[in-house]
């Protein structure tokens, strides 16, 4: 597709359930990056991967959290034993080359609203 | 550890004003430092990229500065519009890939 693309946009959880993110990446694009954003605030870094590489893990903020992107395209959060602190928007984002390099842009989605109940 | 700080926090201009909205960072060793806009339930649309190296970028009324040296950016919205009502975000991407953000400055144009 055109930009990057996240499902489901809206997500209501029972504390407790286990819930999981989707992002689709612009084609061919290597970094996909994990944000968290809680309401009012800036985005917060959770994960990030080169391809189907996990560089950086460092922002996920319990081991409840877990990320995957196993063919180097398609990514899934998951969430495991929601709590209510796990309300928030999660943003994927990707850009065509390796991180680091100064002329990366990054593409954001439109994210996936998730509420725990 | 890099500390991004947006000031204000809310803004509400009458349309046709020229306004700045500030960007803070505490250490000046980026790659680049990037401006996004984000709408009300929607995602982060890019706006303007400054490398490293830069002082400023433009694109149409946008106008993004660069200082590392004292830490700092500005984006400059020239004859604003009820349009650009949104959430600015910057966000300083230090070489490891991550984007650390501000909190976002808030603008309101009433017409």
């Known amino acids: 597709g055109a930009g990057v693309s996240q499902s489901p946009r809206y997500k209501v959880a029972k504390r407790g359930q286990d819930v999981a993110l989707r992002c689709d990446p612009i084609?061919?694009?290597?970094?996909l990056f994990w944000y968290q954003q809680a309401l009012g605030q800036g985005p917060e870094f959770l994960t990030y991967f080169q391809n189907e590489a996990q560089l950086d893990k460092s922002g996920l903020p319990s081991d409840r959290f877990f990320a995957e992107r196993p063919e180097g395209s398609v990514s899934t959060l998951k969430i495991q034993r929601t709590q209510q602190e796990d309300s928030a928007v999660y943003l994927c984002?990707?850009?065509?080359?390796?991180?680091?390099?100064?002329?990366?842009?990054?593409?954001f989605g439109e994210g996936s609203w998730l509420t725990v109940v | 550890k890099q500390e991004v700080t947006q000031i204000p926090a809310a803004l509400s201009v009458p349309e046709g004003e020229n306004l700045v909205l500030n960007c803070s960072f505490t250490d000046s060793a980026i790659y680049n430092l990037q401006w996004f806009r984000q709408d009300p339930g929607k995602g982060l649309t890019s706006l303007l990229l400054?490398?490293?190296?830069?002082r400023e970028q433009t694109s149409g009324r946008l106008n993004a500065s660069l200082d590392k040296s004292s830490g700092r950016s500005t984006l400059y919205i020239a004859a604003s519009q009820p349009g650009d009502s949104a959430t600015y975000l910057c966000?300083?991407?230090?070489?490891?890939?991550?984007?650390?953000f501000g909190q976002g400055t808030t603008l309101q144009v009433k017409p």
């Open positions: 966000a300083v991407n230090s070489g490891t890939g991550k984007l650390i």
């Open positions: 084609s061919g694009h290597v970094s």
């Open positions: 984002a990707s850009s065509l080359r390796p991180t680091g390099g100064t002329s990366n842009t990054i593409y």
């Open positions: 400054i490398q490293s190296s830069q």
